[in-house]
């Protein structure tokens, strides 16, 4: 105990006295704390990952608002009405995967919002990449959506600025991959096209992504293309997603079925 | 005890006005001194071997100015010198109050045990001396040049005090 006390007051002295040994061991001590404190704020930012994400999510949803204005606001000298809010059309609500299946016929991912956050039966669903699927169905706090890797999903394609009476399928084939047939031969569509979304759909806004053409095969004796897609979302790894609300989408609903 | 005074007396100032002032090279800087801490009496409390490693150390510390060096060389010396004697038959001489020497220890182990010590002082000190500014080389040829030159002369020492006994 009397040597620990007496090396103590000797290490003091030393460090503290004598210059080189001072340099040293501050030197030493900071290095020491700096990386104290490195490891706290790599603790403390993946402890935070969570609110950091949300956060972000919020930010693309934010984003995601002003990056489709202008066909989707009510114009003031339009109606003429003096508190006219230049409403967007679309909103999107962020939620967080909970399950997610690729590798079935028909695959489907359950999201932690549900109708208490305002999610209904035929909502689009969004990544940060691009279209994901179409909610099915929802309880108060979950709901269930179908992937784009789904039999059952169809989606008109638009590609180079010009939308195709086709379909986008998934056959079950390849993950992350869809076909579309029926593409005549004299379209110009070349591998790495941008395959996104069009005008025809009341789910989601025009242009977002769906994937693109990873390959296109001429087949004899037809006159149309099959095109592979590889989707730009990425369902192995599904995690973060955002349901796309069409504030208008029962009055639109209601005017075509009119027609 | 007057005695005893001169004996330490005149290995610190041997210690502090001549090698200390050793002008031959760069690679010699014996530490002697550290005979007095060898040779304390065998019978000696730790708590007073520690405290006089201590005060010692602090005195060639003042001496050179490197506060604390020397005075945590000392303290090391003094617990390695202790797990050393552990190993050795020496009880009786502890109970007739002898110091450690060659003498009472005989040759093989006071031999084996200074230069164990030794070696680890010169080198301890020039480690923590060199903090800051390591010259690997240099801190070995100085460590092995000055461990050699401090074990010739504490050998003197014993030889002179064992023919002084015979």
Same mark, same amino acid.
């Given at each position: ?16 006295? *004598?210059?080189?040994? =001072? ?15 490195? &490891? ?5 930012? @993946? ?5 950091? +994400? ?19 606001? @009510? ?10 809010? %230049? ?28 109708? /208490? ?21 929802? *309880?108060? +706090? ?9 039999? /059952? ?18 056959? *079950?084939?390849?993950? *992350?991959?869809?076909?579309? /047939? ?21 789910? #989601? ?13 001429? %087949?004899?004796?037809? =006159? ?27 009055? !639109?609903? %209601? ?5 | ?17 001549? !090698? ?17 801490? !060898? ?35 000392? &303290?090391? #010396? ?42 680890? @002082? ?45």
């Amino acid at each position: 105990m009397l040597f620990v006390v007496l090396q103590i007051i000797c290490g003091f002295l030393i460090f503290s006295l *004598n210059p080189y040994q =001072q340099a040293t061991f501050s030197k030493l001590a900071l290095g020491i704390t700096a990386s104290i404190n490195k &490891l706290s704020s790599n603790v403390y930012s @993946y402890l935070d990952l969570k609110n950091q +994400n949300s956060w972000l999510q919020d930010q693309i949803s934010e984003q995601f608002r002003e990056s489709y204005p202008q066909s989707f606001i @009510y114009l003031n000298d339009t109606f003429h009405i003096k508190d006219t809010a %230049k409403r967007p059309l679309f909103d999107a609500i962020p939620a967080q995967v909970v399950f997610n299946t690729a590798f079935k016929v028909n695959n489907v991912f359950i999201i932690n919002k549900g109708s /208490n956050h305002g999610i209904k039966k035929n909502m689009g669903v969004i990544s940060s990449q691009g279209v994901a699927g179409i909610i099915l169905s929802s *309880n108060e +706090n979950y709901s269930t959506a179908m992937s784009l890797l789904n039999t /059952n999903m169809k989606i008109i394609p638009y590609i180079n600025g010009q939308e195709y009476y086709t379909e986008i399928l998934w056959d *079950n084939t390849k993950i *992350n991959s869809l076909k579309i /047939n029926r593409i005549n031969k004299l379209e110009r569509v070349k591998i790495g096209d941008v395959v996104s979304t069009g005008n025809s759909s009341l789910l #989601f806004p025009k242009g977002i992504p769906i994937g693109h053409v990873s390959k296109i095969t001429n %087949k004899p004796k037809s =006159q149309f293309f099959e095109l592979e897609v590889k989707t730009a979302t990425n369902f192995r790894n599904l995690e973060y997603v955002f349901v796309i609300f069409n504030n208008e989408y029962s009055n !639109l609903k %209601k005017l075509l079925s009119n027609d | 005890m007057i005695r005893l005074l001169t004996y330490w007396t005149l290995v610190i100032g041997f210690q502090v006005l001549v !090698l200390n002032h050793l002008d031959i090279s760069s690679y010699i800087y014996p530490q002697v001194f550290v005979v007095l801490l !060898l040779t304390l009496p065998l019978h000696l409390k730790k708590t007073y071997q520690f405290l006089i490693g201590f005060g010692l150390g602090l005195i060639m510390d003042l001496f050179i100015y490197s506060p604390g060096i020397h005075m945590s060389a000392c &303290l090391w #010396f003094i617990a390695i010198r202790m797990i050393i004697l552990e190993r050795q038959d020496l009880k009786e001489h502890a109970n007739n109050k002898s110091a450690y020497s060659i003498k009472t220890a005989g040759f093989s182990p006071f031999y084996y045990t200074t230069l164990i010590l030794i070696l680890f @002082y010169h080198f301890y000190v020039l480690w923590i001396d060199g903090i800051g500014n390591m010259q690997v080389e240099h801190m070995i040829l100085t460590g092995f040049s000055s461990s050699l030159l401090s074990l010739t002369i504490i050998g003197v020492f014993q030889a002179l005090s064992l023919n002084r006994f015979e």
